[in-house]
């Protein structure tokens, strides 16, 4: 399909989509913006068959997107995406469903030793040998006519994706990984993974207070903030900066001219609708029974000693990830690694169950339990089972 041939109409839509369905799999990427927005804003689709490719306009007037959410849900269709996570939202909002098969090629990359969340070009660049012009990367997706350089952009971002996802699946079938992709796969087509509740929005601050009733106040700002942003459709910081709910959080301002005291409140902010409530939202907080205050997150206190053994099973996952040819990030983070240090077997942690056990897991233990050593030998470090 040439470039400028962009899908226009509903029925172009689902003539492309019914093809696409005949196939075991279709990759999948969308351009989007979402700078000025809560939500992101869908500008274009793009999607590609082993035998068929095109792009889709969703700001086509008149244009009914159900086709491709149909696609979206057929089960008996892979979706290909790289990075996925975004994409995904996307079709969770305008379509209300999780793609379903998935797959993920940065996942499945890592899995098959390409390194930590590796970027498309650089995949492709190495599966396909194929450079990409990246000088369209900042377009403005909204704007028409795109250019056929644009366009051109945009369709390479699915057409590589196929013999990228085909040639890692080989690799994957070939070593017995395909399992250790499901696990992954299973966290995104999770609809949790999509869902943010504003009671969980504080969540995602820095932890900076240190008083229960100052948690309070921020999880209830951050709750207002977050519905606010949404039925706005506004990005969470044109609401209110994260500066400005750390300091609320602690001087707690009970009115307007308390609240215009603030050093990171706009100058007049105060006297606004939104001062108002926020002003309400803090009293509200405030008023929270003391013995319903929440309590603060425990900070972690590594147990002395442990730090030492946390270094050794550094060590160790190197290791593993040296000689199995993997991702260390996709096996344990840092977290993983003092939770085996400090609890051992107890540790609830995804090192510790499933293929990731099989690999490190175990190990792991073996090494906390002094029933393995690592050695210094012939000018490299190795495990020794004792």
């Known amino acids: 399909m040439p470039s400028m041939d962009m899908i226009t109409t ?6 492309f989509c019914a093809r696409l369905a005949k196939h075991d799999y279709v990759t999948v990427d969308t351009e989007f913006l979402r700078e000025t927005t809560y939500w992101p804003e869908l500008c274009l689709i793009q999607m590609a068959g082993p035998e068929d ?9 008149g244009i009914d997107l159900k086709p491709f959410f149909d696609l979206m849900a057929d089960s008996s269709v892979i979706k290909v995406f790289h990075a996925a996570r975004q994409d ?3 079709v969770v909002k305008l379509g209300d469903l999780v793609p379903h098969p998935l797959f ?16 498309y070009d650089q995949l492709v660049s190495r599966i396909t040998g194929a450079h990409i012009d990246k000088s369209s990367r900042f377009t403005d997706w909204s704007r028409r006519p795109l250019t ?17 996802y085909l040639e890692l699946v ?13 696990d992954e796969m299973a966290v995104l087509e999770s609809r949790s993974t999509y869902e943010i509740e504003p009671a969980d929005a504080w969540k995602r601050l820095k932890m900076r207070v240190k008083k229960p009733v100052e948690l309070c106040v921020l999880q209830h700002v951050a709750a207002w903030r977050e519905r606010e ?5 506004v990005p969470r910081g044109r609401v209110i900066k994260d500066d400005a709910i750390y300091e609320i959080a602690q001087q707690q301002p009970k009115d307007s001219e308390a609240l215009s005291r603030l050093r990171t409140i706009p100058r007049g902010w105060e006297r606004s609708q939104q001062g108002a409530t926020l002003v309400e939202i803090v009293n509200e907080a405030l008023e929270t029974p003391k013995d319903e205050m929440p309590r603060l997150p425990r900070q972690k206190q590594t147990p002395e000693g442990a730090q030492a053994s946390i270094e050794l099973l550094r060590v160790l996952l190197k290791l593993t990830v040296e000689k199995e040819n993997v991702a260390a990030k996709i096996i344990a983070n840092s977290d993983d690694l003092e939770a085996i240090a400090v609890d051992g ?10 293929w990731r056990r099989e690999l490190f897991g175990d190990r792991a233990l073996k090494l906390i339990r002094g029933e393995l050593a690592l050695r210094f030998a012939n000018k490299r470090v190795e495990a020794v089972e004792l």
Request: charged content about 30%; overall charge negative; some cysteine.
């Open 10 to 15: 509903t029925e172009a839509l689902a003539a």
């Open 345 to 354: 077997d107890e540790a609830d942690v995804a090192a510790l169950k499933g």
């Open 148 to 164: 056929d350089k644009q366009l051109d952009y945009a369709l390479a971002d699915v057409t590589h994706l196929r013999d990228v």
């Open 229 to 233: 942003a949404k039925s706005r459709n």
């Open 88 to 90: 995904i939202e996307i």
């Open 53 to 61: 490719e095109g792009i889709v306009d969703p700001l086509a007037k």
């Open 170 to 182: 080989a690799r994957l079938n070939a070593e017995g990984r395909s399992l250790w992709v499901a």
């Open 104 to 119: 993920d090629t940065q996942v499945a990359a890592m899995v098959c030793g390409f390194g930590e969340s590796i970027s």
